[in-house]
């Protein structure tokens, strides 16, 4: 779920502030067993299978991208936020066999980064923080918007499914 890691940081942080430095470690190893998920995927898949799984345009965009990433590539896909498409990035470098060593120490060290900033902030104005984070309005928001996400990820599944299906004929 977009920013979730990112809200249980903050939220985290800024409640237990005394302990604020062991959340982005804990985010992060979730962050790495996450994508290198989403990497085995891509790699099962291969160059071959990467179609079925994304769209076309987008496909060429992530190939031409992986294909001359480097290290600074590799950390601006970590700490970029949403919209930013991740998941099509860790599956493409895993279909096109990215160097892994490489590829989880870069993007290890930029996601532990993003989340050390986060919490740093958010013990930092822990107060204010949970007020915001504990809004009625706010709460209401997020509720709708997992909803909805939930809503767009089982329509998602379900193309995906029938993209995948093999044709009889």
Known sequence: MPFGADALVIYLASTYGEVF????????VGSLVGNAFTYW????????????????????RMKASVEKAGAGRLAAAAVLPPPFPLTAFVLTCGALD????RFFLVFGL??????????????????RVRQVLESHELQTGMTVFVLVTF????AAAVVL??????VLA
């Not at 430095?21 to 992060?28: E, K, M, S």
């Not at 891509?42 to 799984?53: I, K, N, V």
């Not at 990215?98 to 060593?101: A, F, I, P, Q, S």
């Not at 809503?151 to 089982?154: D, F, G, K, W, Y």
């Open 21 to 28: 430095w062991v959340f982005p470690l804990i985010a992060t």
């Open 110 to 127: 930029m996601r532990l980064t993003r989340f050390t900033i986060v919490a740093a902030l958010a013990q930092h104005y822990g107060d």
């Open 161 to 166: 499914f029938r993209r995948t299906r093999p």
């Open 151 to 154: 809503a767009a990820m089982i």
């Open 98 to 101: 990215l160097d892994r060593k």
């Open 41 to 60: 995927i891509g790699r099962c898949a291969g160059d071959a299978g990467l179609p079925r799984l994304l769209a076309p345009g987008q496909l060429d």
